[in-house]
C-alpha cells in the first residue's frame, strides 16, 4: 500500500481529516506524532488512494491548507514538512 507523510496544524485537523476520509470512503491507517512545543503533528498514512484524492480531501477539511502542501508520497523520514504553496 502507498505511503505518504505530511503536517498537520493540530490534533483536530487531523480528526477533521480522518472523518472526511471515512466520509469519503477512502480506507487508512495513520500514524502520528506531535511536536513536543507545538500543537503541529507529523503523519504518515498508507493509502490505496491517489496523492489528488488525499488533497482533495483535505481540501474539503477547514484549516486544511498545510495538510495539502505537505503532503507527499514518502514516509516521514523523507519528508522536509516544508509548505509548498504551489499545490
Given at each position: 500500500m502507498p505511503l505518504y507523510s505530511f503536517?498537520?496544524?493540530c490534533q483536530a485537523d487531523l480528526?477533521?481529516?480522518?472523518?472526511?476520509?471515512?466520509?469519503?470512503?477512502?480506507?487508512?491507517s495513520m500514524r502520528a506524532t506531535?511536536?513536543?512545543q507545538f500543537p503541529d503533528c507529523a503523519v504518515e498514512l498508507e493509502?490505496?488512494?491517489?496523492?489528488q484524492a488525499i488533497r482533495?480531501?483535505?481540501?474539503?477539511?477547514?484549516?486544511?491548507?498545510?495538510m495539502v502542501e505537505t503532503l507527499?508520497?514518502?514516509?516521514l523520514a523523507d519528508n522536509?514538512?516544508?509548505?509548498?504553496?504551489g499545490v
Open positions: 503536517r498537520a496544524e480528526d477533521k481529516l480522518t472523518l472526511a476520509l471515512r466520509t469519503r470512503g477512502i480506507m487508512c506531535q511536536d513536543p493509502t490505496d488512494a491517489t496523492v482533495d480531501v483535505m481540501r474539503s477539511v477547514e484549516d486544511g491548507h498545510v507527499r508520497p514518502c514516509q522536509s514538512l516544508e509548505r509548498d504553496y
